[in-house]
């Protein structure tokens, strides 16, 4: 396994269209092993194969909490057919970091995909599995959580990020 480098905002690459994976290969299962090595380390409790560079349609997630005892969830191409309800949460991203910010989206969904052994899977999530696999599964189209932002809050992270971008630069 091995840590891969995480791109951040405003990296183009983030702004991809994954595309679908046509099979479950070795390549993919190693994608798989080295973006879940990656979320641990970052620490994070989600990734998308776009935030590693590979516009692909893999994302990895682990809430890493006590009552959700699911572990490792991987899935391959996968798309939202159900969603109902409203939540509210303060979301992060480690394309973005140090800046968190409210964020509305469905409280449920129902996720079909394929899992990492290429067997089809669906699932019903809801509270912070939700909110986190809508956040991921926005990476797969090229969006991030800063784009659901209202006017207000989308003015205070251009200009934190630009002060951000410019302290880097000094830092050089
Ligand atoms: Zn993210």
């Keep these: 396994m ?7 905002y405003p990296d183009p690459v983030l702004r991809k269209k994954a595309s679908p994976v046509d099979a479950v290969d070795r390549e993919i299962r190693k994608l798989v092993d080295d973006m879940a090595e990656t979320m641990y380390g970052a620490p994070g409790i989600g990734l998308a194969a776009n935030q590693v560079g590979k516009p692909q349609q893999v994302i990895v997630v682990d809430l890493q909490r006590p009552e959700y005892e699911g572990g490792l969830l991987v899935l391959v191409n996968p798309k939202i057919i159900a969603a109902s309800g409203e939540t509210t949460y303060e979301e992060g991203c480690l394309s973005v970091p140090e800046f968190f910010s409210n964020v509305k989206r469905y409280s449920e969904i129902t996720v079909r995909a394929l899992d990492q052994h290429s067997k089809p899977v669906e699932l019903n999530a809801s509270g912070l599995l939700a909110v986190v696999l809508q956040h991921e599964i926005d990476h797969l189209e090229g969006r991030l959580f800063i784009d659901h932002l209202g006017a207000t809050s989308k003015d205070i992270f251009k200009r934190k990020w630009k002060r951000k971008l410019k302290e880097a630069k000094e830092e050089r």
Aim: some cysteine; proline content about 0%.
């Design 2 to 8: 091995a840590l891969l480098s995480i791109c951040t």
